[in-house]
Nanobody, 115 residues
């Protein structure tokens, strides 16, 4: 069973930055497609960014140029660097791992952008 522990959320002012982390158990982290999702209150969960095993990245239009997804395979850790945050980014952020038809979720970390 793969476990994902996401962290790094908090309260930040508009225009500020945060870095989220997701530590994954197991020895095959490098082979997973890793994703960050978010879910704002009253809204559906949406894909924010993904990174493949070979490092290819993709982003939602709403975060392009502001967010950067990365991975450190030696540390089994996924990151999301979030810059120029605004109120629309307020949500619970979840990391997600996918491999061979199996998907795993972290419990989420809350990001609140507020002045």
């Amino acid at each position: 069973q793969v476990q994902l522990v996401d962290s790094g959320g908090g309260v930040v002012q508009p225009g500020g930055s945060l870095r989220l982390s997701c530590v994954t158990s197991g020895s095959v982290f490098s082979t997973y497609i890793m994703r960050w999702y978010r879910q704002a209150s009253g809204k559906q969960r949406e894909l924010v960014a993904l990174i493949t095993s070979d490092g290819t990245t993709n982003y939602a239009d709403s975060v392009k140029g502001r967010f950067t997804i990365s991975r450190d395979n030696a540390k089994n850790t996924l990151y999301l660097q979030m810059n120029s945050l605004n109120s629309e980014d307020t949500a619970v952020y979840y990391c997600n791992a996918f491999r061979l038809g199996m998907t795993y979720w972290g419990k989420g970390t809350l990001v609140t952008v507020s002045s």
